[in-house]
C-alpha cells in the first residue's frame, strides 16, 4: 500500500514558457489539506499562469503536479475536474437568463457527465441536483433569492454565484482567482465571509490582492515575484519579511 500523499497538492519545478519567457519558473508549491492557502505578487509575478497549468488550461512546459499523490500534469482540464478540483467559473459562464437555482442545478449537473443521459436515473439525479443547489443557495446566502435570474444580482453577487457554483461539484480542492476583483466595497465582506467558510470543509487555494482580506483568512502564504517563489508562511512571517516589501515597491518604482 502506498502511503498517503503529505500534501494534497505539490508541484515539483513547475515551469510554463510563453516562448522564451518564463511566467513560471521553477515553482515548489505545497498545499496542505484543509487549509485556505493563498498567492500573492506584485502584477505579472506569475499567479494567473500557475493556476492555468494546476487547472490544465495550459499544459507546463516542465514539471510535475501531484494531486493525492498522484501526478496529473498529462491529464486534461476535465479529467482533473473529475479528481476534485474546481476553480471558480467566470461571470460568462452564468447563465443571465436562468434563475440563481437553476444556474447552481446545471452547476450540480455538471459533475455527473454523460450518466445523466439515462431517464430514470435522471428524475432521482434531478432530485439530488435541487437538494444540493438549495444547499449551496444557503450557504450563500443567497435563498431569498432563489428565482431571481442571474443577470439580475449585483455584480457582488453575481461572483458569489460563481464561487457558488464551482462548489456544486463538491471539489476537495476549490481554486479561486482575484474573486473580489471589480467588486464594490459594500460587497466585499460577503466574499470574505464566504471563502472563510468554504475554507472549513474545503482547502481553497486563492489569489488575491486586498492584504486585509489575505491576511485575515489565509493560514498560508506563498509570495510570488518573477514567476518563482519568494517567500512562504505563515501571514505573520510573510508580513514581517522585508523581501515582500521590496517586492511590492519594485512594482511601484
Ligand atoms: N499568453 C501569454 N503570452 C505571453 N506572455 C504572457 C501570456 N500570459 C501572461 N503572460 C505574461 O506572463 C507574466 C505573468 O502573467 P500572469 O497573468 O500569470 O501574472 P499575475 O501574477 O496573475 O498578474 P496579475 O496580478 O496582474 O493578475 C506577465 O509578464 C504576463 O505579461
Ligand atoms: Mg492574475
Not at 503536479?65 to 498529462?74: A, D, L, S, V
Not at 491529464?75 to 476534485?84: D, N
Not at 445523466?116 to 435563498?143: C, G, I, M, P
Request: glycine share 10%; with cysteine.
Amino acid at each position: 500500500m502506498s502511503t498517503p500523499a503529505q500534501y494534497l497538492l505539490e508541484t515539483q519545478n513547475l515551469e510554463l514558457a510563453y516562448g522564451a519567457f518564463h511566467a513560471v519558473n521553477g515553482v515548489n508549491l505545497k498545499v496542505e489539506a484543509g487549509t485556505i492557502h493563498t498567492i500573492i505578487g506584485p502584477n505579472g509575478a506569475g499567479k494567473t499562469s500557475l493556476f492555468h497549468c494546476l487547472t490544465g488550461e495550459r499544459q507546463a512546459t516542465a514539471g510535475a503536479i501531484r494531486f493525492n499523490g498522484q501526478n496529473i500534469i498529462k491529464k486534461p482540464a476535465h479529467g482533473r475536474v473529475g479528481l476534485g478540483m474546481a476553480r471558480s467559473f467566470q461571470l460568462t459562464s452564468l447563465f443571465q437568463n436562468l434563475s440563481v437555482r437553476e444556474n447552481l442545478r446545471l452547476a450540480a449537473q455538471g459533475r455527473d457527465g454523460l450518466g445523466a443521459l439515462n431517464f430514470w436515473r435522471h428524475v432521482d439525479s434531478r432530485r439530488e441536483h435541487l437538494e444540493v443547489a438549495d444547499q449551496v443557495l444557503e450557504r450563500l446566502q443567497l435563498t431569498a433569492r432563489a428565482q431571481t435570474l442571474a443577470g439580475e444580482l449585483s455584480h457582488g453577487q453575481q461572483r458569489v454565484l460563481e464561487v457558488g457554483m464551482s462548489i456544486c461539484s463538491k471539489p476537495q480542492l476549490l481554486m479561486l482567482d482575484e474573486p473580489t476583483s471589480g467588486m464594490g466595497i459594500d460587497d466585499i465582506p460577503i466574499m470574505t465571509q464566504l471563502i472563510s467558510d468554504l475554507g472549513r470543509d474545503h482547502t481553497v487555494l486563492l489569489i488575491e490582492h486586498n492584504m486585509s482580506i489575505v491576511m485575515s483568512i489565509s493560514q498560508r502564504i506563498t509570495v510570488m515575484s518573477h514567476g518563482q517563489i519568494l517567500v512562504e508562511g505563515t501571514p505573520d512571517v510573510v508580513r514581517a519579511d522585508e523581501r515582500v516589501r521590496v517586492a511590492y515597491l519594485g512594482e511601484a518604482a
